[in-house]
């Protein structure tokens, strides 16, 4: 059993997982306790992927990165780079369509925090990126973390933009989804039912680690929530 | 010398105060709503003033124009309402979080003494959840006068705490108060809290400074 599948797609998520990571606790700290003149239209566009179907999504990506996109061209004529049909391009469709998931559970984490403990180390002398790092983010940190593992999952079954961006090219772009869908396409439903349980396994043991660290994290500042 | 003149427009009325305050201890006393925490905010640089002035020790932290001085060069401690204890940090990690990296000897000898005059000693390992009321009133006012602030504020610093124990940590500020001499302001809503501690109450009424009388029940206790 060749097992490239397992192996691209947990490089392909692992990869879309950091940049989204990065991505998302940028923006939703930018973002949070503040209110400006569109913000609710920039949160609104940020979440649009998780209600879109990917493949709107993937035509969305098309259009903007294909070989005739607005990118895409520029990026093949000025650097000779083409996205389309390669891993970098399932790598991007993960990126859009977890970032939601990212975004919206460390805007709800930044949210929750009380705003006096930024202050208290403010007054004690510590630099904005100081109360980043000691304050905001450790306390933070069970709802990134809780992000981090939706989006990790997420970019794992990426199916729909990935098949539209980045097709299915047998040891080049055939994850998971990806090889299970043309399995069966093809009649062989042994080598579908065996990915269908690998992927399952996977998200299954990754949401029931999510499940126990949080519980026995949240208890340690449990008392302290108001 | 702290010296205060600001001007502020709140939800429902404009706060208008100003007040000036040696190594005493000033009490700001009125019902709640009154603008009592925001002289402080601004003070500390949490909250911009509309206008005016504030100076502490010829250091100016606000002149009207938008370059104040941020909270974190003011070198001031804040006592806040329920004390915003960092709750994933340890008491001492807590203790130790706005001293400078280059610890002197005299920095050891402040908190050692801090932590002797409070009676906390013991609760250095625990976190801010495993300790009592009283308690961490006690771990926010170390933590708060660690960093040798140049002025401490105080905001209703015994609110939370039950009869007994607020008695205690009022005789506790008293005696803060005597070894530290820097400029105490507190916030309080309570009367006779107010002529306990203070040395002058500045009673506020809708952002308005409407009376001024002396501390008239103040005895620093001896210990």
């Given at each position: 059993m060749d097992l490239s599948p397992l192996l691209l797609s947990v490089k392909v998520a692992v990869i879309s997982t950091a940049i989204v990571f990065v991505l998302g606790v940028f923006l939703a700290h930018l973002f949070a306790k503040r209110q400006f003149f569109g913000k609710s239209i920039f949160e609104s566009l940020f979440l649009l992927p998780l209600v879109l179907p990917p493949t709107v999504v993937g035509f969305g990506l098309l259009i903007l990165l294909g070989k005739k996109g607005w990118i895409g061209s520029w990026l093949l004529e000025t650097f000779?780079?083409?996205?389309?049909?390669?891993?970098t391009a399932a790598v991007i469709a993960s990126v859009v369509v977890s970032f939601p998931l990212m975004y919206q559970s460390a805007a709800a984490a930044f949210d929750s925090l009380d705003n006096k403990l930024g202050d208290a180390a403010r007054t004690m002398g510590a630099s904005e990126w100081r109360v980043f790092r000691t304050i905001t983010f450790p306390l933070a940190w069970p709802g990134l973390l809780a992000g981090l593992v939706l989006s990790f999952a997420r970019g794992l079954g990426e199916f729909g933009a990935t098949l539209m961006l980045a097709g299915y090219i047998p040891g080049k772009t055939d994850t998971i989804p990806m090889a299970i869908y043309f399995a069966v396409e093809a009649g062989k439903m042994e080598k579908a039912t065996f990915w269908v349980v690998i992927i399952t396994a996977l998200g299954f043991s990754t949401i029931l680690w999510l499940n126990w660290w949080s519980k026995r994290n949240l208890r340690r500042f449990a008392s302290e929530k108001r | 010398m702290l010296d205060v003149a600001i001007r502020k427009q709140l939800d429902h009325f404009e706060l208008d105060v100003s007040f000036q305050a040696h190594d005493e201890i000033i009490v700001l006393a009125g019902s709640s709503g009154a603008g009592k925490t925001t002289i402080l905010q601004a003070i500390a640089g949490l909250a911009e003033p509309d206008s005016g002035t504030i100076t502490l020790n010829e250091k100016r932290f606000f002149d009207g124009k938008k370059n104040s001085l941020p909270a974190r060069s003011r070198n001031i401690g804040y006592l806040f309402q329920e004390y915003?204890?960092?709750?994933?940090?340890?008491v001492e990690r807590n203790i130790h979080y706005g001293i400078h990296k280059q610890k002197t000897v005299a920095t050891g000898f402040i908190i050692e003494q801090l932590l002797t005059v409070l009676g906390?000693?013991?609760?250095?390992?625990?976190?801010?959840?495993?300790?009592s009321g009283g308690e961490k009133q006690r771990v926010a006012l170390a933590r708060a006068l660690a960093a040798e602030p140049d002025l401490l504020l105080l905001d209703e610093p015994l609110s939370a705490l039950d009869e007994e124990t607020r008695e205690e940590c009022q005789d506790e500020l008293l005696r803060l108060h005597e070894l530290w001499k820097i400029p105490f302001l507190i916030v309080t809503h309570s009367r006779s809290e107010a002529e306990k501690l203070g040395d002058r109450v500045l009673h506020l009424k809708k952002g308005l400074i409407v009376n001024e009388s002396r501390g008239t029940m103040k005895e620093i206790p001896v210990h």
């Open positions: 000779d780079i083409q996205i389309v049909f390669t891993w | 915003a204890l960092f709750p994933h940090m340890t906390i000693s013991h609760l250095l390992n625990k976190y801010p959840h495993q300790i």
